[in-house]
Antibody, heavy 119, light 106 residues
Framework: EVQLVQSGAEVKKPGESLKISCKGSGYSFTSYWIGWVRQMPGKGLEWMGIIYPGDSDTRYSPSFQGQVTISADKSISTAYLQWSSLKASDTAMYYC????????????WGQGTLVTVSS | DIQMTQSPSSLSASVGDRVTITCRASQRISNYLNWYQQKPGQAPRLLIYTVSSLQSGVPSRFSGSGSGTEFTLTISSLQPEDFATYYCQQSYNTRTFGQGTKVEIK
């Protein structure tokens, strides 16, 4: 069974750093892309970026380029999304999701990680 | 960036109704159009990919059609479990989502 299991909810202060994770199982982790999607409170879905764990090829949405870093450790089948300096506007639910890459749709999703940034 | 515009933003419908949601792209996107369903408190779920291909396990009352810049998601007979928000997504480049269509109970 394909599963993407994300790390737990986080509460941080503005200016702090954060790295959240997404562990894949039940499939060949290095053969699929892992993407990240933001959903701000009460709002829609925003595509942030995507990584191919097989060779760490990474693509970012222009809206998120330079704001976050996406990485992966294929030895432990885990992808990451990190911030170096959080802002209150980063408060959102973050989902990881799997894509085969040919048509770039997401067929399996993680359960989401809620990030709250507040002073 | 390619902009995706869904209409309507929300709709009220009854069980058994036929429901159609439209998604328009700001430029041609070939068949790089996908549909997702999201229920409150849950992650999105893939329903339709590449315009009209039904994801495994999705009921056949869901269907997709369209080409070029205009696409539709149709629910042939709305069921209680279909009340949710639906998003289109273009995966031609930058992979943007539409703003969502909330389907509510009439």
């Amino acid at each position: 069974e394909v599963q993407l299991v994300q790390s737990g909810a986080e509460v941080k202060k503005p200016g702090e750093s954060l790295k959240i994770s997404c562990k894949g199982s039940g499939y060949s982790f290095t053969s699929y892309w892992i993407g990240w999607v933001r959903q701000m409170p009460g709002k829609g879905l925003e595509w942030m970026g995507i990584i191919y764990p097989g060779d760490s090829d990474t693509r970012y949405s222009p809206s998120f380029q330079g704001q976050v870093t996406i990485s992966a450790d294929k030895s432990i089948s885990t992808a990451y999304l990190q911030w170096s300096s959080l802002k209150a506007s980063d408060t959102a639910m973050y989902y990881c999701a799997r894509s085969r890459g040919s048509y770039w749709y997401f067929d399996y999703w993680g359960q989401g990680t809620l990030v709250t940034v507040s002073s | 960036d390619i902009q995706m515009t869904q209409s309507p933003s929300s709709l009220s419908a009854s069980v058994g109704d036929r429901v159609t949601i439209t998604c328009r792209a700001s430029q041609r996107i070939s068949n790089y159009l996908n549909w997702y369903q999201q229920k409150p408190g849950q992650a999105p779920r893939l329903l339709i990919y590449t315009v009209s291909s039904l994801q495994s396990g999705v009921p056949s009352r869901f269907s997709g059609s369209g080409s070029g810049t205009e696409f539709t998601l149709t629910i042939s007979s709305l069921q209680p479990e279909d009340f949710a928000t639906y998003y289109c997504q273009q995966s031609y480049n930058t992979r943007t989502f539409g703003q969502g269509t909330k389907v509510e109970i009439k």
